[in-house]
């Protein structure tokens, strides 16, 4: 046999040798990705048989990596909270100690009432926001494995969605709440401007970010909305070798065993 051949199984083996090594090294970024390939597949609209929707940060997360996906939340999370802090600072006083415009009408009246109710709104809401995102943080920064940053990426799916919907809400409320004070000791006409504007601010903002801003450059629109300029089977080449990587080691453990 060619003395020469066999040196270059040796070489090629020796290489292969080194590649695990190195894979063994890495081993919290690839063990256990072949749990969670198939509800990934699923998520970022790769199984065909799938009707839902599309998890936006599941699909970054396979784009960009576990690790830029949760520095984004958490940064996105963290301004939310500072936020929603800030305007409990005041809105939580003026509910339990309402202005005096509020306070000099009789208990049962209808504008105390709707006061009350919508800055009880308000309040809880902006709590519920800053509690729902420290649950995020915390789920998110306690994982150990990539794998588990994944998984917990795909399992909170729609939560941001629903967190900075709260957060739009909460200020709505405090808007309407705001307005039936200033009702009493303004009147109608400054009242009215007041939540009118406030209520359309945030309308128009969420109108400008679904509408306007995220459609130019969102990963789901990018590959599900304009044909042929994004495919997410490229980056999640990667996420299916390291799939195959955790798959056989684990074979090799059990045949050990």
């Known amino acids: 046999r060619n003395p020469l051949h066999k040196k270059n199984e040796v070489d090629n083996k020796d290489d292969e040798s080194k590649d695990w090594k190195l894979n063994k090294e890495s081993f919290v970024e690839w063990f256990g990705m072949d749990e969670i390939i198939e509800p990934y597949s699923k998520a970022i609209g790769l199984d065909t048989s799938y ?14 990596g576990p690790e830029k996906v949760v520095t984004e939340l958490n940064t996105n999370l963290a301004t939310i909270q500072i936020v929603c802090g800030l305007l409990l600072s005041f809105t939580f006083p003026i509910m339990v100690s309402p202005p005096d415009s509020i306070a000099n009408l009789e208990q049962y009246d209808p504008s105390v009432i ?9 309040n809880i809401g902006l709590l519920l926001t800053i509690i729902l995102g420290t649950i995020v943080e915390l789920g998110l920064n306690s994982c150990g494995r990539s794998a588990d940053v994944y998984r917990m990426i795909l399992g909170i799916g729609i939560m941001p969605t629903c967190i900075y919907t709260l ?25 009215m ?15 400008i970010s679904v509408k306007l801003v995220l459609p130019l450059g969102h990963v789901v629109h990018g ?3 304009t044909a042929g ?7 999640f080449e990667k996420f299916e070798k390291f799939s195959q990587m955790s798959r056989q080691y684990k074979q090799e453990m059990m045949l050990k065993k």
């Open 114 to 122: 709707a006061f009350g109710l919508f800055m009880s709104f308000c």
């Open 223 to 225: 590959w599900r909305k």
């Open 229 to 235: 300029t994004y495919d997410v089977r490229v980056p």
């Open 167 to 191: 957060f739009t809400v909460s200020i709505a409320s405090m808007g309407i709440g705001f307005g039936i004070a200033m009702y009493w000791f303004y009147g109608t006409t400054v009242s």
């Open 51 to 64: 009707t839902g929707s599309i998890n936006g940060w599941a699909a970054l997360a396979v784009v960009h």
């Open 193 to 207: 401007i007041f939540s009118v504007t406030l209520c359309s601010f945030c309308i128009i903002c969420n109108w």
